[in-house]
T-cell receptor, first 114, second 113 residues
Framework: NAGVTQTPKFQVLKTGQSMTLQCAQDMNHNSMYWYRQDPGMGLRLIYYSASEGTTDKGEVPNGYNVSRLNKREFSLRLESAAPSQTSVYFC?????????????FGPGTRLLVL | QKEVEQDPGPLSVPEGAIVSLNCTYSNSAFQYFMWYRQYSRKGPELLMYTYSSGNKEDGRFTAQVDKSSKYISLFIRDSQPSDSATYLCAMSDRGSTLGRLYFGRGTQLTVWP
């Protein structure tokens, strides 16, 4: 099993450009998440999807949109990139069993907005 | 005030030392407590998981939760250079936002040989 995969690994954008970050998991998990990680700020939740067909805003949703394409895939879109969106983006998934909330993370996408 | 507070360090210790990492939190509804380890330029991976108060031991790692003080700790015994990483605490209330985790900022640990 590959676990959680993310593409691309690294991207450079100019201000105003758009792009979509892709995430897929092969663990049959119901829930998927998008986080951003900035120095000194820890992980901040952008959007999450508790199940296929549902999405909800997290802590820092402004400037982003998401699509839960199917149970495996959860994409994050930047419609008009801004330098403040320079960050490392992590996708995660979880099974939400009765006893634990283990989230499994992908390797991350490093985004630089000039 | 963030719901989860964690000293970012950095923390630097010699090999073999006992390391203590801590987080405090403000939301008394948190019931599930986790420690994630993140190596440089990698995604976080789950290290320890505890439910409610008490201790949990796994090899050289011990996680403690004190709900009365809203304080959690991770102890690493006989620390190794391979333990050098950023350690993030995380917690969940399993409330309306089922599965949502609240993370601390992470503590950067370096174990030198």
């Amino acid at each position: 099993n590959a676990g959680v995969t993310q593409t691309p690994k690294f991207q450079v954008l100019k201000t105003g450009q758009s792009m979509t970050l892709q995430c897929a998991q092969d663990m049959n998990h119901n829930s998927m998440y998008w986080y951003r990680q900035d120095p000194g700020m820890g992980l901040r939740l952008i959007y999450y999807s508790a199940s296929e067909g549902t999405t909800d805003k997290g802590e820092v949703p402004n400037g982003y949109n998401v699509s839960r394409l199917n149970k495996r895939e959860f994409s994050l879109r930047l419609e008009s990139a801004a330098p403040s969106q320079t960050s490392v983006y992590f996708c995660a998934s979880s099974a939400q069993t009765d006893f634990q909330e283990t989230q499994y993370f992908g390797p991350g996408t490093r985004l630089l907005v000039l | 005030q963030k719901e989860v507070e964690q000293d970012p360090g950095p923390l630097s210790v010699p090999e073999g030392a006992i390391v203590s990492l801590n987080c405090t939190y403000s939301n008394s509804a948190f019931q599930y407590f986790m420690w994630y380890r993140q190596y440089s330029r990698k995604g976080p991976e789950l290290l320890m998981y505890t439910y409610s108060s008490g201790n949990k031991e796994d090899g050289r790692f011990t996680a403690q939760v004190d709900k009365s003080s809203k304080y959690i700790s991770l102890f690493i015994r006989d620390s190794q250079p391979s333990d050098s990483a950023t350690y993030l605490c995380a917690m969940s209330d399993r409330g309306s936002t089922l599965g949502r985790l609240y993370f601390g900022r992470g503590t950067q640990l370096t174990v030198w040989p």
